[in-house]
């Protein structure tokens, strides 16, 4: 009897998924609740397991096809084991040997042993498994060791990283691959941005130098009580949520002509993954400790990165920070995450000479970036709050005191 694999429900407002990957193929054995495949929407990839142990009798739906929710994908074969009329190697018979030999058996990492991070690395990369020698658990290769064989191979390309590169004089090779349903979301929802908002940005200079102060003092003692290490990112998000409230036309959205403030205090933290920008939320991120924030970040970076965040956790927010600093930006103009009105850009903190006290001294500043839409928010309010951020994080105290 065949047993039908079928499309999940589809989180609300995603009518429909592409095939990303088929991590078996017809004729291979599968074990209950085993991933079959992984689904790809314009948000989120889903896991479709296997419902019952038995072999992938045919594949319905090949990759890159689009289906829709209940929409069968393949059959299985129930009854693990079962005899299914698929083509089969026949291996030669092997004459006993006269004297017993030890055979030298060269073992390969097996796909169906990869967590489905790594196989959706290896499937992004076309990374040969077999040549990889994992460094995990029981010599099971991790997403460090996929990431360390496309490094190596971009590096000896130069940092091109088509496939199969002709290093014969006058080769122009190219590689044309669709877009994946996330980057096609993604560039929609920043032109819509572009077109629909009155954008613009305003810039000021933090002194990183307080804040670098204290993590340096509290960081040990902060890691072993919190088990989380002390970022950069928790105080922005206090300094943030501390100006949303002192400036609360910054927290507010437009819906067609009304003005809608929130009460509450939603931060989206941008998070880059392999397969785009993703902006998962710190839900009442004015309620949280310090200790919270690094600790659901950090979660949430780990998520995004293995695309396990769920729609939920990146619907909503009423105010975005995102850190191109990390990759040594220096400057840039961020855009705005509708349907929000403005977006803080965190960057490279590099030191350089500035003046304190008519003498000049060398501190680690950091330039900050604030992009807001002019139709709501002026530049007295924009400016004001910027500032406030600034305030706020050369002298951490007012954190504390609310001043």
């Known amino acids: 009897m065949s047993i039908e694999v ?5 989180p ?7 095939v990303a990957q088929w991590l078996k193929k017809p004729g291979d054995e599968v074990k209950r609740d085993e991933t079959l495949l992984e689904l790809e929407t314009d948000k989120v990839m889903l896991e479709v397991p296997a419902a019952q142990d038995g072999v992938l009798e045919k594949i319905l739906k090949p990759v890159g096809s689009t289906v829709t929710a209940h929409e069968t994908l393949a059959l299985i074969a129930s009854g693990a084991g079962r005899a ?19 055979v030298k058996v060269q073992e390969k990492p097996a796909t169906s042993a990869l967590s489905p991070a790594v196989r959706r690395l290896v499937g992004e990369h076309e990374v040969d498994v077999a ?18 064989q496309v490094k190596s191979a971009t590096t000896a390309t130069s940092g091109v990283s088509l496939p199969e590169i002709s290093t014969a004089i006058g080769e122009r090779p190219e590689k044309r691959v669709p877009m994946s349903r996330l980057r096609a979301r993604i560039a929609e929802r920043l032109v819509e941005a572009q077109h629909n908002a009155a954008m613009l940005t305003t810039f000021n200079e933090v002194n990183m130098q307080p804040i670098m102060d204290l993590r340096a003092r509290y960081k040990d003692v902060f890691e072993k009580s919190q088990g989380v290490k002390l970022g950069l990112m928790s105080f922005f998000v206090k300094a ?14 437009i819906d067609g002509d009304d003005i809608v403030y929130h009460g509450y205090y939603d931060i989206g933290i941008a998070v880059s993954t392999t397969r785009g920008l993703v902006v998962p939320i710190l839900r009442d991120a004015d309620s949280l400790s310090m200790g919270d924030i690094e600790k659901t970040i950090a979660s949430y970076a780990e998520k995004a990165r293995d695309g396990k965040l769920t729609l939920e956790e990146m619907t909503g927010g009423t105010f975005t920070i995102t850190n191109g600093g990390i990759f040594g930006s220096m400057l840039s103009t961020p855009i705005i995450n509708a349907p929000q009105c403005a977006i803080l850009g965190m960057h490279n903190i590099v030191k350089r000479p500035i003046v304190e006290n008519d003498q000049i001294v060398i501190r680690p500043i950091m330039y900050v970036a604030m992009s807001y839409d002019h139709r709501l928010i002026d530049g007295r309010e924009s400016v004001s709050f910027l500032l406030t951020i600034k305030q706020l994080l050369e002298d951490p105290s007012r954190l504390v005191l609310g001043v």
């Not at 079928?6 to 589809?10: G, I």
């Open 6 to 10: 079928k499309v999940p429900a589809l």
């Open 12 to 18: 609300e407002s995603v009518a429909d998924a592409t």
């Open 84 to 102: 299914v009329p698929f083509a089969v190697e026949k291996t030669p018979a092997v004459k006993p040997a006269t004297e017993t030999q030890p």
């Open 131 to 148: 040549q990889l020698k994992g460094t995990g658990k029981d010599g099971r290769v991790t997403k460090e060791d996929v990431l360390a």
């Open 240 to 253: 943030a949520v501390e100006a949303l409230k002192r400036f609360p036309v910054v927290n507010a959205s």
